[in-house]
């Protein structure tokens, strides 16, 4: 017996270092987006397009409709809160404040990853309470795609649903940021036949996304081809997850080689276009850099169903719960006057009225 306890000791040791350290990368990352500038170095793209104003739009902008149904949810407009954040009472208490505002305006949201939940349940609730603030919205869990790898599978991602009562299940995509992390998981091979499992057993719409540097044709046909019933571009021009590792870096060589790719990736409205080439029927989802509802409107014109915003609903959600309402309301008016303003009546009537702008 005196064997037996030293070993169970050090076991549950190395579990709450463990957890400690996930509970410190998660409050790091929450941190990091609110105080420090962490942006790429490219644009979305969305500068070098401009809709086409029509004088005579031949519409009541009160009768706009901006609606939409996806996966059996009727949504009030076609905006999407990106996957952010849970685990650590603070990312809770923001996972709750972004429900209620995604419940009073009619929008679809994203908790951030889901594994330290699965592997620490004491940490359920900070996702949870996004389906108890919010039991009518659109609600997507997340766990990373290269999780797959590393253990996980059908279970988990059936957990990970089930923790939050979820209508769909986003995989996310991040090479380059488990590349330039310290200690990342960077096995990425063979994983498009265990996302396509997923996408075969899994009893919710798998989504694939990208996390802030863009999809390009011939990853959008591999996803196609896994059966994934959307795909988040998650284009460059928004966050880089490169200079949100800089920042947490341990060293200066980390630090350096994390700085290195702050102008990587493909630009949103690039990773769209990609997108519908390579799987003209794929829903794509778009985000990266999108900073108000006329970006939103122009990626809708580009083939999007929905656009997705973080940064900005972060730093709202930081303040209260009726600061994240009230720039979603603002967003969606926008996509509202942006919609009159070029003549479309509907979200599916946006489609040809962009024009590219010549320089």
Same mark, same amino acid.
């Given at each position: ?10 076991? @549950?040791?190395?579990?709450?270092? !463990? ?8 409050? #790091? ?5 609110? &105080? ?10 969305? &500068? ?7 004088? $005579? ?27 952010? !954040? ?5 990312? +809770? ?44 919205? $659109? ?17 988990? *991602? ?28 960077? =096995?990425?091979?063979? $994983? ?7 996408? @075969?057993? $899994? &009893? ?14 011939? %990853? ?5 081809? *896994? +059966?994934?019933?959307?795909? #988040?571009?998650? /284009?460059?021009? /928004? ?12 060293? @200066? ?14 630009? !949103?409205? =690039? ?9 003209? +029927? ?6 990266? +850099? ?8 122009? *990626? ?7 656009? /997705? ?11 209260? %719960? &009726? ?7 603002? !967003? ?9 303003? *070029?003549?479309?009546? @509907? ?10 702008? =010549?320089?």
């Amino acid at each position: 017996m005196s064997k037996v306890a030293p070993d169970f000791d050090t076991s @549950e040791k190395n579990a709450r270092a !463990t957890q400690s350290k996930i509970d410190q990368r998660k409050a #790091d990352h929450i941190k990091i987006n609110l &105080e420090q500038d962490v942006r790429s170095a490219l644009t979305t793209g969305l &500068e070098d397009y401009h809709f086409v104003h029509e004088a $005579l739009p031949e519409l009541n902008l009160e009768q706009i409709n901006p609606t939409l149904s996806l996966f059996g949810v009727r949504l009030a407009a076609p905006i999407l809160i990106s996957s952010m !954040t849970g685990g650590t009472e603070e990312a +809770g208490e923001i996972n709750r404040r972004l429900a209620e505002a995604a419940q009073e305006v009619g929008v679809a949201m994203g908790v951030g990853s889901q594994r330290a939940a699965l592997e620490h349940p004491e940490q359920i609730p900070t996702f949870a309470i996004a389906r108890k603030a919010a039991p009518g919205i $659109l609600l997507f869990a997340n766990l990373g795609a290269v999780q797959l790898n590393y253990g996980y599978g059908l279970d988990h *991602c059936r957990r990970a649903v089930d923790m939050i009562q979820a209508n769909a299940l986003i995989l996310h995509l991040n090479p380059l940021q488990e590349a330039v992390q310290a200690g990342g998981d960077t =096995d990425f091979a063979g $994983l498009a036949n265990k996302i396509e499992v997923i996408c @075969e057993k $899994l &009893e919710v719409p798998v989504i694939a996304k990208e996390v802030g540097w863009g999809i390009s044709e011939r %990853t959008a046909k591999l996803l196609a081809d *896994c +059966g994934v019933a959307a795909i #988040d571009v998650a /284009g460059a021009g /928004g966050t880089s997850w490169s200079q949100v590792e800089m920042h947490r870096a341990p060293d @200066e060589s980390t630090r350096k080689l994390a700085a290195t790719f702050v102008g990587w990736g493909i630009p !949103t409205a =690039d990773s769209i276009r990609n997108v519908k080439r390579a799987a003209p +029927g794929m829903t794509v989802f778009a985000s990266g +850099g999108l900073k108000d509802g006329l970006d939103i409107a122009k *990626c809708l014109a580009l083939g999007a169903t929905l656009g /997705g915003m973080a940064g900005q609903l972060l730093k709202a959600a930081a303040v209260s %719960t &009726e600061k994240a309402v009230e720039m979603l309301k603002l !967003t969606k008016r926008q996509i509202e006057v942006a919609m009159f303003a *070029c003549g479309a009546g @509907e979200v599916g009537e946006l489609e040809n009225r962009l024009a590219k702008v =010549d320089r």
